[in-house]
């Protein structure tokens, strides 16, 4: 299959700006939580998580970008800015690269591993490098814009690339190295819509224990496990009825490309989601038949899946923090780390339900 290059997006980049950024806009107006009565229920496990440590970050908008066997990693708005702390939220250090023309790296997604910080320059295209060690910084240009990319070796990603079609463009699942080469690309893993990627649209995690990809759908109750060669393992379905979520798009002709925009905020499935230690875990927007609904509107429940075969294991509430929903989370071991906008909080999972 020819995948088209850099210079089909230059004529297509005012219409893909909209599919690449949309999660943010449509997160704040579908992210409501489905409160009704919807066919399912939740298994809880009790004594499950506890506060521990508390701090006001330094940053105006930050995210989670990783955890290694030391320390965490906070990234910000700005590219090239890194906050390194400790585990206890402790010993914060702001840490800074730059590159000539830092314009064009937005918008963008960050990531931690193999010692290295990236920074995924989605439109550019391009994988920035950050040497967590040697503080090098190595710019890899790519030929294929992209909305999410995962680091699984030092030299390799899987990414969902941008693709054009006769009557538009959607996204692709690929394997691509640092010198840009997409060495597999694969049309089949993710249905093709005629509604720019929209139907597409979800998250893509690497679980290094169990050496798998998975793809989580915001907007149907699905997800996929694959290997690193994006063989498919299987297609899993989260624990709620919602299979088959209407995405309804406006689709216009502009001169050589075409341009979609939603006719009506997407009913959200799944909104974050993380894996570790062969567990997956997905914050669910639908509450449970079994669920009070002010416990499920004060907390945010997380589903917990065995990512060797899929099945729903057991599902845990994590609280709101001074009247604020969680905005990010990351699990590794029996640690969770949230943010709250600005506040992080360390919580303690019971090790006899994460192993």
């Known amino acids: 299959m020819k995948i088209a290059t850099k210079k089909v997006y230059v004529g297509i980049t005012a219409c893909i700006i909209l599919p690449i950024l949309a999660i943010g806009t449509i997160f704040s107006i579908s992210d409501r939580p489905n409160i009704r009565s919807n066919s399912f229920l939740r298994t809880f ?6 506060k521990r440590k508390y701090s ?12 290694d066997e030391h320390f965490i990693y906070f990234a910000d708005t700005i590219p090239g800015r890194i ?5 206890n939220l402790n010993g914060e250090e702001l840490l800074n690269f730059s590159i000539k023309d830092m314009t064009k790296l937005y918008p963008f997604g960050t990531c931690v591993s193999n010692n290295n910080f990236y920074h995924l320059a989605k439109i550019s295209p391009a ?4 040497n967590l060690m040697t503080k090098n910084v190595t710019e890899y240009k790519l030929t294929n ?31 691509i190295d640092l010198s840009g080469h997409l060495s597999i690309v694969d049309s089949s893993l993710l249905p093709y ?17 169990s050496y798998s990809i998975l793809f989580v759908a915001y907007y149907r109750n699905e997800f996929i496990c694959l290997d690193t060669n994006l063989n498919l393992s299987y297609r899993g379905k989260t624990i709620d ?5 209407s995405v309804a798009v406006i689709k216009e002709r502009l001169d050589t490309s075409w341009s979609y925009t939603m006719s009506k905020p997407p009913k959200l499935i799944n909104r974050k989601s993380n894996v570790d230690n062969g567990l997956l875990y997905i914050q669910s927007n ?15 429940v997380i589903d917990v899946y065995n990512i060797k075969n899929g099945v729903y294991l057991h599902s845990f509430y994590l609280p709101h923090f001074d009247g604020k929903e969680v905005t990010d989370y990351r699990i590794k071991g029996n640690m969770l780390t949230a943010l709250y906008d600005k506040s992080a909080v360390i919580y303690y999972l019971n090790p006899a339900w994460f192993r």
Do not use: R, W
């Open 193 to 209: 819509k005629t509604d720019g990627g929209f139907y597409n649209d979800g998250v893509l995690l690497f679980d290094k224990s």
């Open 45 to 50: 496990t009790p004594n499950e998580i506890v």
């Open 145 to 175: 814009n992209f909305n999410q990319c995962v680091n699984v070796s030092p030299v390799s990603f899987i990414a969902k690339v941008l693709v054009k079609k006769s009557h538009g463009f959607d996204f692709y699942l690929s394997k």
């Open 286 to 300: 639908i509450k449970a038949d079994n669920e009070a609904t002010s416990d499920f509107k004060n907390n945010s």
């Open 241 to 245: 009825t919602f299979s088959n979520t």
């Open 83 to 87: 906050l390194k702390t400790d585990y």
């Open 127 to 130: 994988i920035i490098q950050y």
């Open 56 to 67: 006001e970050l330094p940053l105006e908008y930050p995210c989670i970008s990783g955890i």
